[in-house]
Antibody, heavy 116, light 108 residues
Framework: EVQLVESGGGLVQPGGSLRLSCAAS????????MHWVRQAPGKGLVWVSH????????NYADSVKGRFTISRDNTMNTVYLQMNSLRAEDTAVYFC?????????WGQGTLVTVSS | EIVLTQSPGTLSLSPGERATLSCRAS???????LAWYQQKPGQAPRLLIY???SRATAIPDRFSGSGSGTDFTLTISRLEPEDFAVYYC?????????FGQGTKVEIK
């Protein structure tokens, strides 16, 4: 069974940093691209970032470019999202998702709240 | 950047009725990269349809997708109580993944 388990969310002050983790199991991790998708309270889904199988290619939404960094550790079957210079508008549930052109498996999400 | 516009924003229907949800792209897109998701409150989204018309694993056949170019449709042939949820379309092109704003299907 495919499992994606996010962790690392919490309350952080504006300008602060946080690192999210997503532990994957139940599939061959190196065979898949991985993504982060977020959802602000009461709002829709927004794609945040992508990383390819071996971490050599990454992509970001314009809203997070230069502030967020995606990475993966294929020995640990884990994908990360380092979030710096956080803003109030980054407040959201952050989902880890597996997939190429679409997202076929999702974690349950971790809540990030940016507030003073 | 391609923008996906979903309509209607809210669809009020009764169990057993047919639901037709629309997703319109701001320019013609490759249908192989168009997907639909279902999301219930407090849950992660679930992939329903990929490549515009292919059902994902374990998705009931009352869900179907169609369309090409700029106009795509998700149809639920007969609404079951568990189908009341928010539905999103999504597209991928040139290292950019985009979602529509969602359609809420609510019980009338």
């Amino acid at each position: 069974e495919v499992q994606l388990v996010e962790s690392g969310g919490g309350l952080v002050q504006p300008g602060g940093s946080l690192r999210l983790s997503c532990a994957a199991s139940g599939f061959t991790f190196t065979s898949y691209w991985m993504h982060w998708v977020r959802q602000a309270p009461g709002k829709g889904l927004v794609w945040v970032s992508h990383i390819n199988n071996y971490g050599s290619v990454t992509n970001y939404a314009d809203s997070v470019k230069g502030r967020f960094t995606i990475s993966r550790d294929n020995t640990m079957n884990t994908v990360y999202l380092q979030m710096n210079s956080l803003r109030a508008e980054d407040t959201a549930v952050y989902f880890c998702a597996r997939g190429g052109s679409n997202f076929d498996s999702w974690g349950q999400g971790t809540l990030v709240t940016v507030s003073s | 950047e391609i923008v996906l516009t979903q309509s209607p924003g809210t669809l009020s229907l009764s169990p057993g009725e047919r639901a037709t949800l629309s997703c319109r792209a701001s320019q013609s897109v490759d249908s192989s990269s168009l997907a639909w998701y279902q999301q219930k409150p407090g849950q992660a989204p679930r992939l329903l349809i990929y490549a515009a018309s292919s059902r994902a694993t374990a998705i009931p056949d009352r869900f179907s997708g169609s369309g090409s170019g700029t106009d795509f449709t998700l149809t639920i042939s007969r609404l079951e109580p568990e189908d009341f949820a928010v539905y999103y379309c999504q597209h991928y092109d040139s290292s950019l993944w985009t979602f529509g704003q969602g359609t809420k299907v609510e019980i009338k």
